[in-house]
């Protein structure tokens, strides 16, 4: 995948679409409380609502979320999206997305071999944009970013808890509306057939903003799960060290330098060196004799092959580095105690 070759189009029409949406998810509420007034208003006007009670609580629960779901939301879903959202399709490994606060964590993932996506250029919109759609985890250490994917969580579960509302009030009023019924029929039909034009009102009142509810709850960029991680350390190396524990990503030999640093894409080793002689200066060309080219970019590499004699000193200290700045087994047990030892005062 080549995150440089991205349709820009889709990058600016996802800029747009978002912060139009931001003044909805800012005022969600504001616009239903008059149409909320009216209709409590009109089941309260009800006589006789203690016979409703016994009804109310034999509800269909289909109907109806769970409130525990609810009220687990927030604290479940960065777990559980890790384990069941954020895998490759094929190999089971995470892919993630970084955003300009952290640019060294990108880069070495890459080197060790994680599928990894990041571009300075990439607005906090954008970036939720790639996360929803190649499911990917976002890396950040910005409490912008932090109160963004918190917010739109928020706003789905207010929807959510607002569609259980609607559907309480109208099996309430119809519910009542049958009632009523039952005793107009022998002498007061005059006030039942007002109180039947003001049940079909309300109703269709009621049922007009389920719709509306359910079809924003259809809508990926409210409902996505989305799963991050905010970064609790300052500096590069505390930060390395902290996700690389945070994640459990290890050291795998094969899997070293198998990724553009310059684009994620994914490189392969060039069989003979004379199809790129004119790609490259004649002194290099000369001085290497194993080159690698990333699929996507195709950009060339040579300073990753220890085969070359004057690269070994070179690939050597990165596989060093990249030892040292990766999962080690017992790590968890330690990430707390580092975060706390590091973490950053800001």
């Not at 409380?33 to 269909?60: F, G, T």
């Not at 892919?95 to 300075?120: Q, W």
Request: net charge negative.
């Amino acid at each position: 995948m080549n995150d440089n070759n991205l349709d820009q189009q889709d990058k600016v029409v996802t800029d747009n679409r978002f912060n139009s949406e931001d003044n909805e998810f800012n005022n969600y509420g504001e616009q239903e409380e008059e149409e909320d007034e009216e209709m409590n208003a009109i089941l309260n006007s009800y006589k006789e609502m203690e016979i409703l009670e016994n009804k109310i609580r034999n509800i269909n629960s289909t109907t109806i979320v769970n409130n525990n779901t609810l009220n687990n939301i927030n604290s479940t879903s960065t777990e559980q999206q890790t384990n069941n959202n954020n895998t490759e399709e094929d190999n089971n490994e995470l892919k993630f997305i970084c955003d300009s606060t952290i640019p060294g964590i990108a880069k070495h993932f890459r080197m060790l071999g994680v599928n990894t996506l990041y571009e300075p250029t990439y607005t906090q919109h954008y970036i939720l944009y790639l996360a929803r759609t190649q499911n990917r985890i976002i890396l950040t250490f910005s409490l912008k970013m932090r109160d963004k994917i918190e917010q739109i969580k928020n706003n789905y579960k207010k929807k959510i808890e607002k569609l259980n509302s609607l559907k309480l009030k109208l099996k309430k009023l119809e519910d009542q509306s049958n009632n009523n019924l039952n005793n107009n029929l022998n002498n007061k039909l005059l006030l039942f057939e007002h109180e039947k034009h003001r049940f079909m009102e309300t109703k269709e009142l009621i049922l007009a903003k389920i719709e509306r509810i359910e079809l924003d709850l259809e809508d990926p960029e409210l409902s996505y799960p989305y799963n991050y991680y905010l970064l609790q350390t300052k500096g590069r190396y505390n930060q390395l060290k902290e996700v690389v524990m945070k994640f459990k990503i290890p050291f795998i030999q094969n899997k070293m330098f198998t990724r553009c640093a310059n684009c994620n894409g994914l490189l392969t080793k060039i069989n003979d060196k004379e199809e790129i002689k004119e790609l490259i200066a004649d002194n290099t060309f000369e001085e290497n004799d194993h080159y690698s080219q990333c699929l996507d970019c195709k950009k060339l590499f040579w300073g990753i092959h220890e085969e070359n004699e004057n690269q070994k000193e070179a690939v050597e200290k990165a596989r060093t580095f990249c030892m040292t700045y990766s999962y080690h087994e017992g790590d968890e047990d330690y990430l707390e105690q580092f975060i706390k030892e590091n973490i950053s005062e800001e």
